[in-house]
């Protein structure tokens, strides 16, 4: 199962951070950050736990990151988490929190979009 989070009309200047909780056994962490333009960056496990890995959102621009957790023990759990924060310091919309969990071999992602304003 995977899961979605869109934001729209972020601030430019504005920052998304993406993080991830192990909360029981082990996996591993990874994400892909796209930009509109077709820049792709790969985060790591280090990037993401504890994290937060943040990047600056500049307008006119769309941005995708992909979360992918791979479970490497059985009985494992995770979230996912991301938030975006103004550059006033205030959150932009809601925080994004996705539990996931699987057993050894199994694998979950997360699709999260910023959208900034035009």
Known sequence: MASIKIWAR???????AVWVT?????????????????????????????????RKLRSPNKYAV????????????????????KPNGDIHGNVYDYDVQGDKGDDERALIVAQTEQ
Do not use: M
Request: one cysteine or more.
């Open 66 to 85: 992909t979360v992918r957790i791979l479970f490497t023990a059985d009985g494992s759990a995770a979230t996912i988490h991301a938030q975006i924060v």
């Open 10 to 16: 972020v601030p430019d200047g504005s920052k998304l």
């Open 22 to 54: 192990v909360t029981a056994g082990k996996c591993i962490a990874a994400a892909r950050f796209r930009e509109e333009n077709g820049t792709n960056t790969d985060w790591i496990h280090s990037d993401l736990v504890p994290g937060p890995k943040e």
